[in-house]
């Protein structure tokens, strides 16, 4: 089965700075993969995702880089706020016909004032 | 709006006795997922639903069952609740598009079970 590991596990920045959070997955077939942002006592909910057939993609200060032949993605966040701090899962889904998506353990983001 | 909804938002529960918890989804989603998540861990997915058909996990224990009656309902039923199985209990759905994939989760606020 897919296999994805997530780093680093924390990691703490000055606001303003940049945030980088990165993925990597074992299953070539994995075609989707999203980025959910979890704060504290709150449920995951989607920040940005990439699909395959796309190398980048940019929502304002979030930005998402995918690697098909590394089979590595990562979360770029830039000018980052206090309100960013939160749990970052990473995940990737197994293929067009296939239910569900593995998550990564999850990287703890905090964005000192 | 259309919504996750899961029911109770808490539930506590007396080792061995069993309980369930319910989901409900105004979304359409063909797809639908239960998570057990622990307190600074990643969600562990349990099972989950596409369309009709059952894929458990090969990690979810025995005492773990699931019912999805229609397209709009999931339930997760503990047979026998340990103090292990405390957690918060997150449903999700999503859409899984034909010749595009699987689509954004869309999570409930979870169920935060306690055992005693």
């Known amino acids: 089965g897919e296999n994805v590991e997530q780093h680093p596990s924390t990691l703490s920045v000055q606001e303003g700075d940049s945030a980088v959070i990165k993925c990597t997955y074992s299953?070539?077939?994995?075609?989707?993969f999203p980025w959910y942002k979890q704060e504290l006592g709150k449920r995951p909910q989607l920040i940005i995702d990439?699909?395959?057939?796309?190398g980048e993609k940019k929502d304002q200060r979030i930005a998402v880089t995918l690697n098909k032949t590394a089979k590595h993605f990562s979360l770029h966040i830039t000018e980052t706020q206090p309100e960013d701090s939160a749990v970052y899962f990473c995940?990737?889904?197994?293929?067009?016909?296939?239910?569900?998506?593995?998550f990564g353990d999850g990287t703890t983001l905090t964005v000192k004032p | 709006d259309a919504m996750v909804i899961q029911n109770p938002r808490y539930q506590v529960t007396q080792f061995g006795k069993p309980v369930t918890l319910s989901c409900s989804q105004t979304l359409n989603h063909n797809v639908m997922y239960w998570y057990q998540q622990k307190s600074s861990q990643a969600p562990k997915l349990l099972f989950h639903?596409?369309?009709?058909?059952?894929?458990n996990e090969a990690d979810t224990p025995d005492n773990f069952q699931s019912r999805r009656p229609n397209t709009s309902f999931c339930f997760l039923d503990i047979r026998s609740p340990g103090l292990g199985d405390a957690a918060m209990y997150l449903c999700a759905t999503s859409r899984n598009r034909p010749g595009q994939g699987l689509g954004e989760q869309f999570f409930g606020p979870g169920t935060r079970l306690t055992v005693l």
């Open positions: 639903y596409y369309d009709k058909d059952f894929n």
């Open positions: 299953d070539s077939a994995s075609n989707y």
């Open positions: 995940a990737a889904s197994m293929g067009t016909n296939a239910g569900k998506s593995t």
């Open positions: 990439i699909r395959s057939n796309v």
